[in-house]
């Protein structure tokens, strides 16, 4: 089986450390343009963009580097209860024709609550998936060109249409992540692919086994993917110092701040990111070659694999046994990591050959708009 490899675009900031601001970068359209650039050439098939107040939009990131990139798809997110699901339908069709079919979308629900609450979103963990299932049957159906008329508890519309449809049929990928029972289910009726964090293989092949079943009593198959770190050296012992000075200027203090901050979380999977390492930094391979690290004070993806070329690709290796065809890595600083894997890493791997998507204009046969009443092409003319 050939493996996807996607790379990361650090909107939130980049540096050559964890938990402090010496070494740090600042992230702008130059810097984000080199790493999306050098991803690129590099083979690798596409690239995350976070989300968050923290972070820059990813959609205007993604709008930004489509001209200076050939082949490399974008993964943005979707915000269900920050944005209707006809306008996000309509915002995805768009990006998806501009980008010459490279559009891809990463459903995510939940976050730092005083976020969600800054941005309007008071709902409950429960609630905010229920939400979401509603937004991603109506998102769905109007992408694929059906006028949805729909009355959920938390969204309803009607009439709701596209009149120019995406590039990709029936519509654009749809990725999504999440541990608790409702995110499998979420998953099992409505996503592409399925994203788990880089839990150690048994957890990890236990979540793909749920969601799989649950896809199934459906008649739903489900594509998997996995989000890690990487850091990959030409020697084991290479890498594992440079695991070390990743995290060498974090103290104590510094952890106990950041995992007291990520507690406030009601995400069941940082929960788990977060028991890997529990906190100290004196057990951190929490299964062979897989290092919690990065969580001690990131939230989100919190592990990395750690070795040279042949050993990651055998980590590698034992998650796609379990079904994953999808991989998105990432290192620290993202444009020298980049290199690393792709130099040391891709040797070693079946990689897919990224799509090189061919542009086709889309000619509009509605004739010219009145309002929301389209006037026929005849009568335009006269």
Not at 49 to 69: K, M, N, Y
Not at 148 to 163: M, T
Request: glycine share 10%; proline share 5%; net charge negative.
């Amino acid at each position: 089986m050939s493996l996807n490899i996607f790379w990361f675009l650090p909107t939130h900031g980049d540096g050559k450390y964890l938990g402090t601001a010496e070494g740090a970068r600042a992230v702008d359209h130059g810097y984000l343009t080199q790493i999306a650039q050098a991803a690129d050439r590099l083979g690798f098939g596409g690239v995350l963009i976070p989300t968050g107040r923290s972070c820059e939009d990813s959609w205007l990131v993604a709008a930004s580097l489509i001209p200076v990139t050939q082949h490399l798809k974008f993964l943005v997110a979707l915000r269900p209860g920050i944005i209707s699901p006809t306008v996000a339908a309509r915002q995805a069709a768009t990006l998806d024709r501009l980008s010459s079919g490279r559009a891809l979308f990463n459903l995510v629900t939940g976050g730092d609550p005083d976020e969600l609450a800054g941005d309007g979103l008071n709902l409950s963990h429960e609630e905010r998936y229920e939400a979401s299932v509603e937004f991603t049957r109506i998102w769905r159906r109007v992408l694929e060109g059906e006028t949805v008329d729909y009355a959920g508890k938390h969204i309803q519309v009607k009439g709701a249409k596209l009149l120019y449809p995406p590039l990709q049929q029936p519509r654009p990928p749809l990725y999504f992540g999440g541990s608790s029972a409702a995110a499998h289910d979420l998953a099992a009726e409505q996503v592409e692919m399925y994203l788990t964090w880089g839990e150690p293989p048994a957890a990890v092949a236990e979540k793909i086994a749920e969601v799989r079943e649950k896809a199934a009593k459906l008649g739903r198959t489900v594509r998997f993917g996995i989000r890690l770190h990487v850091i990959v050296r030409e020697t084991t012992e290479e890498a594992w110092a440079a695991a070390e000075r990743l995290i060498s200027h974090l103290d104590d203090d510094t952890i106990a701040r950041a995992q007291a901050s990520l507690a406030r979380f009601d995400s069941v999977g940082q929960q788990r990111m977060a028991a890997l390492h529990g906190g100290r930094k004196d057990k951190l391979e929490v299964s062979p070659n897989l290092w919690a690290g990065v969580g001690l004070v990131r939230g989100g993806a919190g592990t990395a694999l750690v070795g040279d070329g042949p050993t990651v690709a055998a980590r590698v290796k034992e998650y796609a046994e379990l079904g994953i065809d999808t991989f998105i890595f990432s290192g620290y600083p993202h444009l020298e990591e980049s290199y690393r894997v792709a130099e040391l890493l891709f040797p070693h791997l079946d990689i897919a050959q990224p799509e090189r998507p061919v542009s086709r204009g889309y000619v509009s046969p509605f004739g010219e708009m009145i309002s929301s009443d389209i006037l026929p092409k005849a009568a335009a003319q006269s």
